[in-house]
Structure formats: C-alpha cells, structure tokens
C-alpha cells in the first residue's frame, strides 16, 4: 500500500496496472455481448454487461479467427482472458483469449419475441413495403435535433441534391421516453395540410451506439407507427451491422442514416450529365428521325394528291350546294317571321286603349282598380275617369 507520497499519474497508472494484471491473468467472466464492432483489421471490440455494470473487452485477430461463430449484441456469452491495462486512457478492460455461448441474453430473447410476433402479424411482409418515390422534394427526418447524423443526412441532401426540402421532426432517440416520442414524430409528418401530405418520404433514424443506446427502435410502439405510416419510411438506424426491428417494417432500410439520404435523393450531377449526354447523344438523332419522317410523309402526299384532289374538289362542290339551299331556306323562313310579326303589330294596335279612348269612350278606375260594372260602384266612392286628352276626379253622388 502506497500512502504518504506524490505520485504522477503514470506511476499510479503503473501500480494499478501491475496490480490488475497480476491479480487478474486468469479470469472467466458471463456477461450480454453489447456494441459489438468488427473492424477491417480483424480485432474484436465489444462490452460485456450484466445490469448496469459494464466492462470492456478486446479479442485479437489471431485469437478470434478460432472462434466458429460471428458475436451478436444482446448474446450472453463466457469470456476467459485476463485483465489489461491501457495506459493512454488509464482504462482497464478484458483481454478475451476464447469466447463461447452462454445462452441468449435478456434483450436479445426480447428482440426475438417480437420480432417473430410482428412477422407472424405480416409487419415485415413485401406486400405490405410503399414504393419509395425516385426524386421526392420534401423529405421528413425522424431523430434528434442535436444529434450529429442529422447534420450528415442534411449535407448529404445538399450535395445530391440542393432542391429538396427537408423537415425535422425532433424527438428523443434514446431512453424510456424515446419510442413514444419516435411513433408521435412519424404521426406528425403524416398530418395533411390541405389535403396534401407534409413530405413525401420519411427517414427515421440515429446513429450508431451499443444495443441498449439503439433499443428503441426494437419498441413494439415504434414498429407499428412505421407500420401504420401512409408515407413511405426509410430505416436508417446505426451503422451497417446494426439491425432493429423498426428496419424490417420499414418499407426500406439503410445501413447508416447518411446512407439513407443518399439512396432516397437523386444525384443531381448525374442528372446534370446526363442530360448533357441525352442533348449530344439524342439531338442528331431526333433530327435525322424528323427528316426520315417528314419524307415519308411528303412522299405519301403526293401518292394520293390525285384521288385526294378529286375527292375535295367533289367535297367543296357539295358544300357549295348545301350552303345554297341553307342560305335559300333560311331567307324564306326570316320573310315568314317577319310577315307574323308585322300581323301580331297590327293586331295589338288594334287592341290598344288609346285607339279605343279617341273614339269617345272613358275607362272609369277606382283604388287603382278599373270598373267594367255599374255594380262596382256605390255613392260617395271616388273615382278616376280616364279621357282620350286627359284625367278627371270625382265622387258617386
């Protein structure tokens, strides 16, 4: 026991690694496999935890190439190995010098159960997988505001393609809280405004991280919000050996969430080029294909201009004389309306009360009222009587 001295950080790290490593050369340990990575030098790096405790894990190339099967988050597994100490980050972790399997971990029996009770509901059948559109212009993001694959999905859009608008819905991505709050985003990018949908597709997804930093997106909640989405869902959850329930209900999946953007946006160079080529390559042939085509026609024309000739000489002659007989029939039909109308004037001329007042009769009205009986009266009415040249009031004495 060191007590009563200074020490540097390198000597405490040296004592506590000479004493880690001494105590522990020879150790078996039972944990869950947790943020498992494989990396292209061959090394293992994974946790193993049980609970809340958690302790780190390095397997090398030359040891794990023995091991005849691939490690997977959520395994429960025995590890044998010994305690090492790394310096650089005055980190302690195990040296795994063999691995086998334990039994099936609690998140990973978990995962399996609902996975095997969404597909047996038909979650994950093609059938039911949206098309993806091939050049959406708005595009609705499914994660954390804060989170860092936000920022890469936007700068994938703009680089591919600058036209498209993206529209976050932000919502935790991690924790208890998290898997409501991922199903009420993709409800929200679902509302219609104006009848019209928001987006035309939706990317849900985060970055990488262990099992339990990924766990939402195994929530039965979340499954059926992807599920029940009238907008197609793109998966875009972890890195590329990363797989969560929410990418086989989905209607694609995407390794990483950068990876999503880019295979739902076109890019726009290669639009550019290709209609550069389409103007160099198809120009000529559009003309050369007009020329062919405007031959042919003139050499049809003037196959038939002989009987067609005939046949609209023929035609224009019929035409000629139909709209004579029109022209015939129409001006005997205007001199017969024209007679019934001047006979219909001179009828109601006749009938007109002027013509009938000048030859010395009188209209007699009452109360606005004109009186054709004696019986209509009765004394002391006033009246109107109504003269050729004039009106006079009166009384019935």
């Not at 193993?48 to 490690?71: Q, R, Y």
């Not at 997106?217 to 793109?234: G, L, Q």
């Not at 990876?259 to 389409?278: C, H, Q, W, Y």
Request: charged fraction near 25%; include cysteine; charge should be positive.
């Amino acid at each position: 026991m060191i007590t009563n001295k200074i020490l540097t950080v390198s000597q405490i790290t040296g004592f506590i690694k000479s004493v880690l490593e001494k105590e522990f050369d020879d150790l078996t340990v039972i944990g869950e496999i947790s943020n498992f990575k494989a990396y292209p030098s061959g090394h293992w790096y994974f946790s193993l935890k049980e609970g809340d405790a958690v302790i780190s894990c390095t397997m090398w190339k030359f040891k794990n190439s023995f091991v005849k099967f691939i490690p997977k988050d959520g395994m429960k597994i025995v590890v044998e190995g010994k305690i090492s100490v790394y310096p650089p980050r005055g980190g302690y972790q195990i040296d795994v010098s063999s691995l086998s399997i334990a039994g099936e971990g609690e998140l990973f029996v978990a995962f399996e159960k609902l996975k095997k009770k969404l597909a047996a509901e038909g979650l994950f059948e093609p059938d039911h997988k949206k098309a993806i559109p091939k050049m959406p212009m708005r595009i609705g993001i499914v994660t954390s505001s804060q989170a860092a694959a936000l920022q890469d999905m936007i700068a994938a859009a703009k680089r591919r393609f600058p036209l498209t608008e993206i529209i976050i819905a932000s919502c935790l991505v991690q924790g208890s809280e998290a898997p409501k709050a991922i199903a009420n985003a993709i409800k929200e990018l679902n509302t219609l405004i104006n009848d019209e949908p928001i987006c035309d597709v939706i990317i849900v997804g985060r970055g990488g991280g262990s099992i339990e930093d990924l766990w939402a997106f195994n929530d039965e909640i979340v499954a059926r919000a992807i599920f029940d989405s009238e907008i197609p869902i793109v998966s875009g959850v972890g890195h590329e050996t990363d797989f969560t329930i929410a990418d086989f209900v989905a209607d694609m999946r995407a390794p990483t969430p950068t990876a999503a953007m880019e295979l739902i946006t076109p890019d726009g160079r290669e639009l550019v080029s290709f209609l550069k080529n389409f103007k160099l390559n198809y120009l000529s042939l559009i003309s050369s294909s007009v020329k062919r085509y405007n031959k042919f026609i003139k050499d049809e024309l003037k196959q038939l201009s002989g009987s067609l000739q005939k046949n609209l000489n023929s035609k224009m002659q019929r035409f000629d004389f139909g709209n004579y007989r029109f022209n015939e029939n129409l001006k005997k039909y205007i001199l017969k309306k024209r007679n019934r109308l001047e006979f219909l004037k001179a009828k109601i001329s006749l009938a007109s009360p002027d013509l009938i007042l000048k030859k010395g009769f009188v209209l007699v009205e009452k109360e606005g009222k004109y009186i054709k009986r004696a019986s209509g009266l009765n004394l002391k009415d006033n009246i109107e009587l109504r003269f050729y040249d004039g009106k006079i009031k009166g009384n019935i004495e």
